[in-house]
């Protein structure tokens, strides 16, 4: 028993644990978020692109939204470059516990 704990085998198995908990999971929830982000837009909300573009949201297609800018100036961009929405209400815990 010994000898295993002293190979390299435990070790590379640890490690392997720790990137996937470190690195791995978090960039995985992270990609889930914004997927679940882009499926839930609609008309009306205030987004940024990853451009840096502010505007709202004047109508949503299947790939692409059209984002007015100010009145009268509209673009249309692909609906996974939207970074987040703005104004929108934070959602209320699952376990519907009290926040002070």
Known sequence: MEAFLASPIPMLILMG????FLLIRPQQKRAKEHRE????LKRGDE???????IGKIA???DEEVTIELSEGV???VVRQTIAT????????????????
Not at 85 to 100: H, I, L, M, T, Y
């Open 37 to 40: 982000m882009v499926e839930g």
């Open 47 to 53: 987004v940024i692109t990853q451009g840096g573009l």
């Open 85 to 100: 929405v703005r104004g929108r209400p934070e959602p209320k815990p699952a376990n519907d516990a009290k926040s002070d």
């Open 74 to 76: 509209k673009v249309r």
């Open 59 to 61: 109508k949503v297609a």
């Open 17 to 20: 644990l720790v990137f996937y």
